[in-house]
């Protein structure tokens, strides 16, 4: 069976003109007529350079990566509204996309006009359309407000009527782009089940989002998008916890230029919303470590995760308490514990130094936390406290719930 | 070039039921909601008739025989033309969605404006018909050029709008220059005065406008009960046809773009 999609060296790049809508006008000509608006031919924006891609039959592929990474104009190209610079597309079978939901709705006119008009934009005829109209419409769940005017719909109910025209087209291949999100739980879930029914058909998907547990759910192969590059291609967990990777180090990295920008302006009382005390103790570095020693920030269920502040002491204090906190996504207080609550006294403090926390067999379930960080005297006034100042996360194949995995065996016994 | 411009056909027939569809909600939305609805069809152009009747009958007092009934058979074909060359310089850049995020051929919008700008023409000619009627006027056998004329003036817009509509994308200035200039060519072009009335040497010159020479055509066989004449609509139609092939070839070679730039 020959592949749905073939992308063969394709480049694409924008005039940055066209990006920023900065016309020339005589205004701007006049303003200043020196300004390099006027020469915008150096200024080109390079989003694909000699991209190759191949989408077999039947796949489904979840294509993620930051914005701005050309996830959308990937979209765009398959269906043909923009054109390569260079390079072939070539796809095989019926594409119906779903870059915009009700594409051509008319505000003033009824549900039922606004199905014909959608729907032979996207190449039915007439008949057609008629075949498919009650399925359309009770799949939008919208019976009652068919004969009334678009314009009185809700945004839901918007998307729901160019959602249920798009997959009732019956096409080979389906391309979606960042339209699940919206919409109530229970229709999202059944535009999951339709996508499901599609794949069991045999079609093909290329699903454009953010929602990564929908694409390593859903996705049979996952595509991590770079700048323009394909970073990863290949199974859904594997480029799914890589992408995660390198988003935690680019926060980590975003974080470490904001600590050094403050630590320029001489900040010596920490007073910012996540960040506060008097400084007579100041952590200057937390680090998560694997049982290697490595820094990480994704974690497997079940492995020992080693904490480490490093501080450094302005003015000595007695009965220094150090102390960590975990929050999952809910700013929910997951575990919390300090060196007083555990008992231990500890030795006067050298000027700087590190301390260490073990936390072993972390069986906290999937998902990403925050740790708060925090030194402070026994009567609980505060040195230094960080909070949120690192996040980690937990992978797992087991998808329970909850907060913490709580060890557990199963028992049974079934003979009378 | 030729194979673009049988692309450009041949798509806009693929798509001759969107278009179809398209016209008619065109249609229905234009009036939509006001209270005398498709009846407003007959009532523009009656009150412009109203307004320039008053204007040249009453107050300037041309002696010509039934002029306003002349007037009317000139105004019709043009607002045809003229909302025609507005709102389908407008229709890409205004197309929203439809342009940037839907893959369906492009010229399918400026068409529909033109279509149906054309069927509101079509739909005025019975009250030009009774009015004609009244005056005494029975339009005969050279009626039965009204759909030749129809047919390359529709070349003529079609072509005209598809360039001014690909420029419009790149130059937004195009829009509002070509209101003005449609004034302007209003009044050159003869309308509101029969060409007996331009004195030489300016006769010769009018008919250089080929909306004069289409004018005419629709006077003789609607005002003067006459054949048009032949040497005037070949040259009409030649001009109109290669405009149309103009028309065409530019806006499939930029067609392209147009998602990027809108």
């Not at chain 1, 979209?75 to 796809?91: E, N, P, Q, R, W």
């Not at chain 1, 000027?351 to 260490?356: N, P």
């Not at chain 1, 999937?366 to 040195?383: I, K, N, P, R, S």
Request: charge should be neutral; charged fraction near 20%; include cysteine.
């Amino acid at each position: 069976m020959p592949p749905a999609v073939i992308l063969k060296g394709i480049s694409k790049k924008f005039q940055q003109t066209t990006l920023r809508r900065d016309y020339i006008t005589l205004k701007s000509l006049f303003l200043n007529p020196f300004s390099r608006k006027g020469r915008p031919k150096d200024e080109a924006r390079v989003v694909f350079q000699d991209l190759d891609l191949e989408i077999p039959q039947g796949i489904s592929l979840g294509v993620i990566g930051r914005n701005g990474s050309g996830k959308s104009t990937l979209l765009k190209i398959m269906t043909g509204i923009y054109k390569a610079d260079s390079g072939s597309v070539l796809i095989n079978g019926r594409v119906s996309s779903l870059i915009e939901l009700g594409a051509g709705f008319h505000p003033e006119f009824t549900g039922r006009e606004n199905v014909f008009i959608n729907g032979t934009i996207l190449g039915l005829n007439r008949k057609e359309i008629e075949k498919r109209f009650d399925r359309i419409v009770r799949f939008a769940e919208l019976e009652s407000f068919i004969d009334s005017p678009v314009r009185t719909y809700s945004s839901g109910m918007y998307i729901r009527l160019g959602f249920s025209v798009a997959v009732n087209v019956d096409p080979d291949i389906l391309l979606v782009d960042e339209v699940l999100a919206v919409g109530d739980e229970s229709f999202s879930r059944k535009c999951l089940d339709k996508m499901t029914a599609f794949k069991k058909a045999g079609k093909t998907i290329v699903l454009v989002t953010h929602d990564l547990p929908t694409v390593e759910r859903f996705c049979d192969q996952a595509l991590w998008l770079e700048s323009g590059c394909i970073q990863v291609q290949g199974e859904p967990r594997q480029v799914i916890d890589a992408y995660r990777q390198e988003v935690a180090r680019r926060d980590d990295l975003r974080i470490k230029e904001e600590e050094a920008v403050s630590a320029c302006r001489g900040e010596e009382r920490f007073i910012s919303g996540t960040r506060w005390g008097n400084g007579d103790i100041e952590i200057s570095q937390v680090r998560l470590l694997d049982s290697l020693g490595q820094e990480r920030r994704v974690f497997q269920d079940g492995e020992d995760i080693l904490l480490e502040i490093s501080f450094q002491v302005h003015r000595p204090n007695p009965e220094v308490i150090f102390g960590i906190a975990i929050f999952d996504g809910n700013k929910t207080c997951c575990y919390g514990t300090n060196t007083h609550l555990d008992q231990l006294v500890l030795p006067p403090l050298p000027e700087t130094g590190r301390i260490r926390l073990k936390l072993e067999k972390v069986h906290l379930i999937e998902g990403t936390y925050w740790l708060d960080a925090a030194v402070h005297a026994q009567d609980g006034h505060c040195y230094d406290y960080q909070s949120a100042c690192r996040s980690f996360a937990i992978r797992s194949a087991l998808k329970d719930t909850g907060i913490y995995r709580i060890p557990h065996q199963w028992e049974w016994d079934l003979t009378e | 070039m030729f194979s673009l411009i049988r692309q450009h056909i041949q798509d806009l027939y693929r798509y001759r039921s969107l278009v179809n569809s398209l016209v008619v909600r065109e249609l229905k939305a234009r009036y939509r909601g006001s209270f005398l609805g498709f009846l407003w069809t007959f009532l523009n152009p009656l009150m412009l008739l109203g307004v320039y009747a008053l204007v040249f009958n009453i107050y300037l007092r041309i002696r010509i025989e039934h002029y306003a009934g002349f007037m009317f058979v000139g105004l019709l074909p043009w607002i045809w033309f003229s909302s025609s060359l507005l709102e389908g310089t407008h229709s890409i850049t205004a197309g929203g969605s439809l342009v940037t995020k839907v893959l369906f051929p492009s010229q399918v919008l400026p068409a529909v404006k033109i279509l149906a700008n054309l069927l509101n023409y079509l739909l005025s000619l019975p009250v030009l018909f009774g009015f004609l009627w009244a005056m005494g006027i029975r339009p005969g056998w050279p009626l039965l050029w009204l759909p030749v004329i129809i047919v390359l003036h529709l070349f003529f817009i079609n072509g005209l709008v598809l360039m001014l509509a690909t420029v419009n994308v790149f130059f937004r200035d195009v829009q509002h220059i070509l209101a003005n200039l449609l004034t302007l060519w209003f009044f050159l072009t003869p309308i509101l005065y029969p060409l007996s009335q331009v004195p030489p040497p300016f006769d010769k010159w009018v008919l250089i406008n080929p909306m004069a020479q289409i004018s005419l055509a629709y006077q003789d066989i609607f005002f003067y009960q006459r054949n048009p004449n032949e040497g005037n609509i070949l040259l009409f139609g030649g001009l109109s046809l290669l405009l149309l092939g103009i028309g065409m070839f530019l806006f499939e070679r930029y067609k392209e773009t147009f998602a990027e730039k809108v």
